[in-house]
């Protein structure tokens, strides 16, 4: 029990830092980085629900790894594929604007999913990933 309550402070601090990261990106205007930390932030927070290091995962991944695991929510995970998709698109797609990114509105969006994901990592019983 100590080990799984550990675990999930070490995924909190996680995805504290990659919040924290995004914020400060946010504060200097740099969209990309701010993109790399929210997709970062999401991806910590999904690891510690499936056991498995997302940290590099593409959207296509996640899909594939995630569609093994019936009991997460369908909705959380095609939310979380979207903004995982949308966050590659917007950073490596040499088309990408960021001029008008809007930081609000994708901050909204990365602290919502994170926190979706930490609650089911809360919740999980004690033999499951966490």
Not at 86 to 105: C, I, K, T, V
Request: aromatic content about 8%; overall charge neutral; hydrophobic content about 35%.
């Amino acid at each position: 029990r100590d080990e799984r309550r550990k675990r999930l402070q070490e995924a909190h601090a996680s995805v504290q830092k990659f919040s924290d990261e995004g914020e400060s990106a946010m504060n200097r205007s740099d969209a990309r980085s701010f993109i790399l930390a929210s997709a970062s932030e999401v991806r910590a927070a999904v690891s510690s629900v499936c056991g498995l290091s997302a940290e590099a995962w593409t959207a296509e991944e996640f899909v594939s790894q995630l569609q093994a695991k019936g009991h997460i929510d369908e909705a959380l995970r095609d939310r979380t594929c979207s903004f995982l998709k949308e966050s590659e698109d917007a950073l490596f797609r040499s088309d990408s604007n960021l001029r008008d990114f809007q930081y609000s509105e994708w901050k909204s969006r990365s602290s919502s999913i994170s926190a979706s994901w930490l609650k089911i990592a809360a919740s999980t019983k004690k033999g499951g990933p966490l």
